[in-house]
């Protein structure tokens, strides 16, 4: 299926689901793991801007699903986690800085489970070169 056709049939639905509050954690976790598809059937544009009705917008709807799984449960952290880091460089510095940095941070601190203090870590590697270096110890110390 080509770019555009993608762009008109398909991600119409997609961006629906994605907006869904209360999504089942399978659902959460098929998503996640779509979302690097979702990156090669749209332009880099789209993905990142998503200037018109039936793109996916990166900050509007991707990232608040990641959000959402960051809060729960500890796989759906630990995925959350992954796909924040490959996502990173599409986010602007503001929103690393004043969204996604904190609430990485706060899965760090408040989870007691090994693989998720990994992921965490392994996450900040990435996300560590968008931001200053203060802001960064600051924050996780």
Known sequence: MSQLSFSERVLPTVREIIQSKDLPDNVTISLLDSIQHLKEKTTGKEFADGNTVNHLVLIVDIMPLVYRA?????????????????????????????????????????????????????????IVPKLDNVQSCTSIF
């Open 70 to 126: 960051l809060e729960a449960g500890t796989f759906l952290q630990e995925k959350a986690l992954k796909i924040s880091g490959e996502l990173v460089d599409h986010l602007d510095f503001i929103t690393v800085k004043t969204t996604l940095f904190p609430k990485v941070a706060t899965v760090f601190s408040h989870t007691t489970t090994l693989g998720t203090k990994i992921a965490t870590l392994d996450c900040f590697l990435l």
